[in-house]
T-cell receptor
Framework: GAVVSQHPSRVICKSGTSVKIECRSL??????MFWYRQFPKQSLMLMATSNEGSKATYEQGVEKDKFLINHASLTLSTLTVTSAHPEDSSFYIC??????????????FGPGTRLTVT | KQEVTQIPAALSVPEGENLVLNCSFT??????LQWFRQDPGKGLTSLLL?????REQTSGRLNASLDKSSGRSTLYIAASQPGDSATYLCAPDNYGQNFVFGPGTRLSVLP
């Protein structure tokens, strides 16, 4: 089956520093990847849609200058949380949709990255 | 804007019972709907994907139905087991662009 990996699985950083999270599709190519955030006991909320070779599309209320997304290849998207603060502590999950032409279809999710900002 | 609700929010049952989890969504113009399970502190595991043209999908003890016109989907779990304990999320795929997740149903199956 299609596998999506995330690295790191857990990260603790100090307030004011930046953290990069990687999302990789291991056995398929994906033009489109998605980044979600999940706070404790809440459901997943879409942060942004990452498009290979173009700018990410951010959901309303998500600061694009704070959450930098780079979709450098058809198998890799990165999310950088810049100048992290304790309120950014959350569970970040990425997903990828197989295919190189966009459109509808099943999404495959990574295992998530737990970010703790002290 | 798509809104998704799930009922019940939490459910605790003895092992062996058959269960029905409900998902409702406001915008019926979807391409598909996916059911996931999430274990505490973990990522998502895809359970079933139903295309908009389909009425139901089955995988083992799981059966999901979709009534797109009424904005409803149901996940049926037969002969529940303690290993089924998790949070179950439904996610209609809106206009083929992204998922909108429901708040989830937290299931606990007691041995």
């Amino acid at each position: 089956g299609a596998v999506v990996s995330q690295h790191p699985s857990r990260v603790i950083c100090k307030s004011g520093t930046s953290v990069k999270i990687e999302c990789r599709s291991l056995d398929f190519q994906a033009t489109t990847m998605f980044w979600y955030r999940q706070f404790p006991k809440q459901s997943l909320m879409l942060m942004a849609t990452s498009n290979e070779g173009s700018k990410a599309t951010y959901e309303q209320g998500v600061e694009k200058d704070k959450f930098l997304i780079n979709h450098a290849s058809l198998t890799l998207s990165t999310l950088t949380v810049t100048s992290a603060h304790p309120e950014d502590s959350s569970f970040y999950i990425c997903s990828a949709r197989p295919g190189t032409s966009g459109g509808a279809g099943e999404q495959y999710f990574g295992p998530g990255t737990r970010l703790t900002v002290t | 804007k798509q809104e998704v609700t799930q009922i019940p929010a939490a459910l605790s049952v003895p092992e062996g019972e058959n269960l029905v989890l409900n998902c409702s969504f406001t915008d019926s113009a979807i391409y598909n709907l996916q059911w996931f399970r999430q274990d505490p502190g973990k990522g998502l595991t895809s359970l079933l994907l139903i295309q908009s043209s389909q009425r139901e999908q089955t995988s083992g003890r799981l059966n999901a139905s979709l009534d797109k016109s009424s904005g409803r989907s149901t996940l049926y779990i037969a002969a529940s087991q303690p290993g089924d304990s998790a949070t179950y999320l439904c996610a209609p795929d809106n206009y083929g662009q992204n998922f909108v997740f429901g708040p989830g149903t937290r299931l606990s199956v007691l041995p």
